[in-house]
């Protein structure tokens, strides 16, 4: 069982490329979240998806776009990247049976993005 | 609205002292979970423990305990007899949403020193 993982671990952009973080989890989750951290703000939640073929905006969504591809993989992507969008990245998920608000979160390793 | 407040950015102590963090929460709901997280500098976040608003007995788990008061809106955690490996960022979060959307704190920094 790997868990929550995301790839990739480290990535720099220049501003205004664009690309996708990959989230995948193998312990059946059916809802999958990202976050961002950034420092003495704690974690703010950017997009999730309750299920399969569903997606949400949280918090903080604007300049980010979202695919829950299958429900193993939730991906996050920059279409155009700016530097206040440098921050670590974390995917979560939830543990299937019962209602997901009894459960907590597993999280990934988190993917640290610097935007110059 | 949801909020979550740790008030206290950072503590630092001696090896053995006693540290206790705080967190107060803000929620119209009247079911809801708490739950409180460990980051240590490696990054990753460790799940600690969770308790729903209709338990309020207190929990100790080896060196952690935490106080659950409803009357004060608060969830405190206390590491009793730190340790240098206790050293990591600790996250309050509260959720009310069925799909459990979390709402996280700003997080507290802890540094135990030998």
């Known amino acids: 069982n790997a868990g929550v993982t995301q790839t990739p671990k480290f990535q720099v952009l220049k501003t205004g490329q664009s690309m996708t973080l990959q989230c995948a989890q193998d312990?059946?989750?059916?809802?999958m979240y990202w976050y961002r951290q950034d420092p003495g703000m704690g974690l703010r939640l950017i997009y999730y998806s309750a299920s399969e073929g569903t997606t949400d905006k949280g918090e903080v969504p604007n300049g980010y776009n979202v695919s829950r591809l299958n429900k193993r993989e939730f991906s996050l992507r920059l279409e155009s990247a700016a530097p206040s969008q440098t921050s670590v990245y974390f995917c979560a998920s939830i543990k299937a049976g019962g209602l997901p608000r009894y459960n907590e979160q597993f999280f990934g390793p988190g993917t640290r993005l610097t935007v110059l | 609205a949801q909020k979550v407040t740790q008030a206290q950015t950072e503590i630092s102590v001696v090896e053995k002292e006693d540290v206790t963090l705080d967190c107060v929460y803000e929620?119209?709901?009247?079911?809801?979970?708490l739950f409180w997280y460990k980051q240590p500098p490696s990054g990753e976040l460790v799940f600690l423990i969770r308790r729903n608003s209709f338990d309020e007995q207190n929990e100790i788990s080896g060196r952690y305990s935490w106080n659950f008061q409803k009357s004060t809106s608060s969830f405190n955690f206390t590491i009793t007899a730190s340790q240098v490996v206790d050293s990591a960022v600790y996250f309050c979060?509260?959720?009310?949403?069925?799909?459990?959307?979390?709402?996280f704190g700003a997080g507290t920094q802890v540094v135990v020193t030998p």
């Open positions: 312990m059946n989750h059916n809802s």
């Open positions: 979060a509260l959720t009310t949403d069925s799909w459990g959307k979390f709402q």
């Open positions: 929620t119209r709901d009247t079911t809801y979970y």
